[in-house]
């Protein structure tokens, strides 16, 4: 009986180890360069799924009322009956923050080691030159970016920053909120910082895949740049339809 009980705590110990091994190996690669550009990368690739998913289910205010709540009611309701009303709705919340509060992280780590492989001060002084304006605003823009997101889940989530707000009534919101002009300028302003984010980041992505040489050099620039700004204009559409009268 002795033989079998050695076998398994020597096959639990191995199994514990390997698990041990693994972690030791994410965590050595996360503190390197190229594991932040991983991490970096990977938190980007959420944060757009969210942007695109999320410019989907705005567009649907262009249906009226009675399909936009319905479809806002039907995110609280995911998981049902499962899970209780709005559970699955903050998970998937709270992964998104995590991820662009890593995504802006893991960005500024990239730079500073980016700038500590130049420590010559003309080098730095070359860089602008040698980089598109969307990637050198990526360092500020991620910031307001998130600054944004807050005061976004303020006057339409929680409503504190929206006078009309009325719980459950989010096409009333979302109307409310945009019919004062400060708030829609600012909500343009934010998507066209995302927008840049996406053109630098689809532009950046193609380059790390090696995509970057005659002739796709070309379509990468193009393809970057009509993603970005379908997807700003998307967004930008809401508020300037609300303004205009045609979202009442």
């Known amino acids: 009986m002795a033989k079998p009980r050695t076998s398994v705590y020597h096959a639990c110990a191995y199994h514990i180890n390997a698990r041990g091994d693994l972690l030791v190996r994410v965590l050595t690669l996360i503190r390197t360069l190229i594991g932040k550009k991983i991490l970096m990368a990977v938190s980007g690739v959420v944060v757009f799924g969210f942007v695109v998913a999320h410019l989907f289910g705005n567009l649907k205010v262009f249906q009226g009322p009675e399909h936009f709540n319905a479809y806002a009611e039907g995110l609280r309701t995911v998981g049902a009956p499962f899970f209780a009303r709005?559970?699955?709705?903050?998970?998937?919340?709270?992964?998104?923050?995590?991820?662009?509060?890593?995504?802006?992280?893991?960005?500024?780590?990239?730079?500073?080691?980016?700038?500590?492989?130049?420590?010559?001060?003309?080098?730095?002084?070359?860089?602008?030159?040698?980089?598109?304006?969307?990637?050198?605003?990526?360092?500020?823009?991620?910031?307001?970016?998130?600054?944004?997101?807050?005061?976004?889940?303020?006057?339409?989530?929680?409503?504190?920053?929206?006078?009309?707000?009325?719980?459950?009534?989010?096409?009333?919101?979302?109307?409310?909120?945009?019919?004062?002009?400060?708030?829609?300028?600012?909500?343009?302003?934010?998507?066209?910082?995302?927008?840049?984010?996406?053109?630098?980041?689809?532009?950046?992505?193609?380059?790390?895949?090696?995509?970057?040489?005659?002739?796709?050099?070309?379509?990468?620039?193009?393809?970057?740049?009509?993603?970005?700004?379908?997807?700003?204009?998307g967004y930008v559409s809401i508020p300037v339809a609300v303004l205009a009268g045609l979202l009442r």
Do not use: C, K
């Not at 903050?90 to 662009?100: C, F, G, M, P, T």
């Open 86 to 233: 709005g559970q699955l709705l903050w998970v998937a919340r709270s992964i998104l923050i995590v991820a662009a509060v890593l995504h802006v992280w893991m960005s500024y780590l990239v730079t500073r080691a980016s700038w500590a492989a130049r420590p010559e001060q003309y080098e730095r002084r070359l860089e602008p030159t040698q980089t598109t304006y969307a990637a050198r605003t990526m360092r500020w823009g991620g910031v307001l970016i998130l600054l944004y997101v807050v005061y976004h889940l303020l006057d339409l989530t929680f409503g504190a920053a929206n006078p009309s707000f009325v719980a459950g009534d989010v096409y009333h919101n979302l109307v409310a909120s945009f019919q004062r002009v400060p708030v829609s300028a600012v909500y343009v302003l934010a998507n066209v910082v995302v927008g840049y984010h996406i053109y630098h980041g689809i532009w950046s992505a193609a380059q790390t895949l090696g995509l970057h040489r005659p002739p796709v050099e070309r379509w990468r620039h193009g393809v970057a740049g009509i993603v970005a700004v379908v997807i700003t204009a």
